[in-house]
């Protein structure tokens, strides 16, 4: 009986010392679940700001005269003396350049004195045909009168002959009238003419002078060069005004869209920038070179942008460059998720973000954050969102 009340003691002492160690198990393990989930990180901060991501992004583009008007040589020959070169300004009706050419000169002198012949050919048979028609004018005017008398003497064999003489004479009379008299002469003479002007063009004055006015280019004839009538001698071009020439990327597009003006950089890099205005921007780019072609115009008055030359076109400004960033250090990855830790009420709120240029230790930031948020730039690598943290210094 004493053994069972002693077992029964034991039984019971062992299940109170079972329970109470259970019992400071489950307490030891909600109290540090409890720590944990309070646990509060020490990390930095600071603003997020604006930052700039380097200078405008360029783009280079050829200056073009907004006219360009051939020259040609009408006359043929020996090229004497270039007295205007590639690049120099020249008037309209200038003496660009001298020709020799001595048949040329020949057939002009001759043709000139064809004309002349045949002028005075014309001169002459009109001096004569006046004199014929006053002469016949006259006897016209006398057998009128012989008529009038022969009719008071009633000599009708004398009247008869003199109506059929008069006939005659009104007759050649009208012949004379207008030009058909002449027709023939007028016609070798502006035959002569014709081939006089002709001439005249293929002597040119042994000059060739300029078509327009504007600058001097694409001349590759020296002295002694032999030069074809007809053929292309250079090119005048108009540069009071030019245009701005670029092929842009599709990228490059999309940062001159929508802009109706962009600055620009002379190609001798002095600093001087001045502005273009955009008339043309392909929405389409090129099927070849898949280049989106962009066109611009601006006053050339100084003559200081010459054709064939380059200048940097920005196509951004200054101000476009200044954008959201942050460090990259302070940006954390997580497979294919890119984020960040913000503070929020001193809790750390998890921030997706999609990045974009580098700069020096800083990053764009296309989306996802904006100016006056505080962004977490210390201790985020051990930070889970939600978790609560204090700011030091």
Not at 35 to 56: F, H, L, N, Q, Y
Request: aromatic share 2%; proline share 2%; net charge negative.
């Amino acid at each position: 009986m004493r053994k069972s009340i002693w077992a029964l003691v034991l039984i019971m002492v062992s299940s109170a010392a079972i329970a109470g160690c259970s019992s400071s198990a489950s307490t030891e393990e909600a109290t540090a679940t409890s720590v944990a989930t309070d646990k509060v990180s020490e990390v930095k901060t600071e603003a997020i700001r604006k930052m700039s991501m380097g200078e405008p992004r360029e783009q280079l583009a050829e200056v073009i005269a907004s006219a360009r008007v051939d020259i040609t040589a009408e006359a043929g020959g020996l090229l004497v003396k270039q007295v205007k070169n590639n690049g120099d300004q020249v008037k309209a009706g200038e003496v660009i350049a001298i020709i020799d050419n001595k048949n040329a000169f020949i057939e002009k002198e001759k043709a000139e004195a064809a004309l002349k012949s045949a002028e005075m050919s014309l001169l002459n048979s009109s001096v004569e045909l006046a004199a014929r028609r006053l002469e016949l004018s006259n006897a016209v005017d006398k057998m009128k009168d012989l008529i009038k008398q022969q009719t008071r003497d009633g000599d009708e064999t004398g009247k008869d002959e003199t109506q059929r003489n008069l006939q005659v004479s009104m007759k050649q009379l009208e012949a004379l009238q207008g030009n058909k008299a002449t027709a023939a002469l007028e016609a070798q003479v502006d035959t002569a003419k014709l081939v006089f002007e002709q001439a005249e063009t293929s002597w040119g004055n042994g000059v060739i002078k300029a078509s327009a006015s504007g600058v001097l280019t694409d001349v590759k004839a020296d002295s002694g060069t032999s030069i074809q009538a007809g053929s292309l001698f250079g090119i005048v071009q108009n540069t009071d005004k030019v245009k701005l020439k670029a092929q842009l990327t599709e990228p490059a597009a999309e940062l001159a869209s929508n802009k109706k003006e962009l600055v620009f950089k002379l190609s001798n890099d002095d600093g001087t920038q001045r502005k273009a205005k955009v008339v043309y921007l392909s929405t389409i780019p090129d099927a070849s070179t898949r280049l989106y072609a962009m066109e611009l115009e601006v006053d050339n008055a100084d003559h200081v942008l010459k054709p064939t030359s380059r200048v940097q076109l920005q196509l951004t400004t200054p101000e476009e460059e200044n954008v959201v960033a942050v460090p990259s250090l302070s940006v954390l990855r997580e497979g294919t998720e890119t984020f960040v830790f913000i503070l929020a009420a001193n809790k750390a709120e998890k921030r997706p973000v999609t990045l974009g240029r580098i700069n020096g230790p800083y990053q764009e930031v296309l989306k996802g954050l904006n100016v006056g948020d505080v962004l977490i730039v210390s201790g985020q690598h051990a930070l889970e969102a939600g978790q609560s943290v204090k700011v030091v210094q």
